[in-house]
Nanobody, 124 residues
Framework: QVELVESGGGLVQPGGSLRLSCVAS????????IGWFRQAPGREREIVAA????????YYADSVKGRFTVSRDNAKNTASLQMNSLKPEDTAVYYC?????????????????WGQGTQVTVSS
């Protein structure tokens, strides 16, 4: 069992930055691949970025490549999503998720544990 809690969301102007954090409690965080997803109103939840259990391998959706950076610190049971050059279309609820596997996963169904989400709003 893993519990995930996201934080760091908020309101930011276009071009601004936010850093989301995901704190895990429960079983060994290092045994899980981590994914960041987002869901905008009226849209399906989509993958944003994913990270292998060691953090050595990453995946980014095309829409965020070059702007977002995913990372993790297994010693602190945390994962982060640094979001730069934010656009209005990045507005969504962002979720951290964990999958009991070593390799990063891009499918929603691969993730067993989910946080409650944190709202990110990009608007002037």
């Amino acid at each position: 069992q893993v519990e995930l809690v996201e934080s760091g969301g908020g309101l930011v102007q276009p071009g601004g930055s936010l850093r989301l954090s995901c704190v895990a409690s429960g079983r060994s965080f290092g045994n899980y691949a981590i994914g960041w997803f987002r869901q905008a109103p009226g849209r399906e939840r989509e993958i944003v970025a994913a990270l292998s259990w060691t953090g050595s391998t990453t995946y980014y959706a095309d829409s965020v490549k070059g702007r977002f950076t995913v990372s993790r610190d297994n010693a602190k049971n945390t994962a982060s999503l640094q979001m730069n050059s934010l656009k209005p279309e990045d507005t969504a609820v962002y979720y951290c998720a964990a999958a009991l596997t070593t390799w990063y996963q891009t499918r929603i169904g691969s993730y067993r544990y989910w946080g409650q989400g944190t709202q990110v709003t990009v608007s002037s």
